[in-house]
């Protein structure tokens, strides 16, 4: 059995429902699944102002070296301005020790991303973590054509082949659609079934 961690930063709820999807189409290829956020790097009292969402069931991870016991590593964050999240840069940023010994090296790793509009940075967003997780030597998985919803157009759908996505409209109204999870839970279970032939 593969373990599999989802690692995500969400704010104001979209990513963290993408977030269990992922994790619930890991489990369902037999996965065994860890769900976990990344340390807010704003102040609560700002956080709270702007309307962050700031209860979740999911813990906090401890630190970068918990990565490591894991066979793959699916990491979702909203996009900022065509990249990742803050947030989750800094977690990242704080892996060097990682990095440097090649910790993660063939591990299995995806992504996923929630953006404002259509054209708001989720693909950009996609490759800022796809190149971390490059980075880091870890083996990409991402959202193939297998997974036919993302092909439709009459509706706004997420999905690229680079990861699951999703679009969350100007003012954080739209939640993830059942394609959109769809292709989250279609993610979560094409990487963990890669781990299983990896490490199984």
């Known amino acids: 059995m ?6 995500y930063y969400s704010t104001y709820g979209h990513v963290e429902r993408m977030a269990e999807a ?22 609560l009292e700002i956080a709270r102002a702007n309307h962050f969402k700031t209860d979740s069931p999911h ?30 840069a800094a977690f ?23 953006s404002a509009t259509q054209h708001g940075g989720n693909e950009t967003t996609l490759f800022s973590i796809l190149t971390n997780l490059l980075h880091f030597g870890m083996t990409i998985v991402g959202l193939d054509y297998g997974y036919q919803q993302q092909m439709g157009h009459e509706e706004v759908v997420g999905g ?3 990861g699951a996505t999703t679009v969350a409209g ?24 890669t781990a299983a032939k990896l490490f199984g």
């Open 92 to 114: 990242w940023d704080g892996a060097g020790k990682l990095w440097a010994t090649g910790a993660l090296h063939n591990k299995v790793g995806g992504a996923f991303t929630s």
């Open 160 to 162: 690229a082949p680079y």
């Open 59 to 88: 813990p906090v991870i401890g630190s970068p070296d918990e990565l490591t016991a894991y066979d793959a590593i699916v990491v979702g964050t909203p996009t900022r301005f065509g990249r990742m999240a803050g947030q989750m």
């Open 2 to 7: 593969s373990k599999v961690l989802v690692l």
């Open 170 to 193: 100007g003012t954080g109204e739209r939640m993830p659609s059942e394609a959109d999870l769809g292709g989250a839970h279609y993610l979560g279970a094409r990487v963990a079934r």
């Open 22 to 43: 992922v994790a619930q189409g890991a489990r369902e290829a037999g996965a065994e699944v860890d769900i976990r956020r990344v340390p807010e790097t704003v102040p």
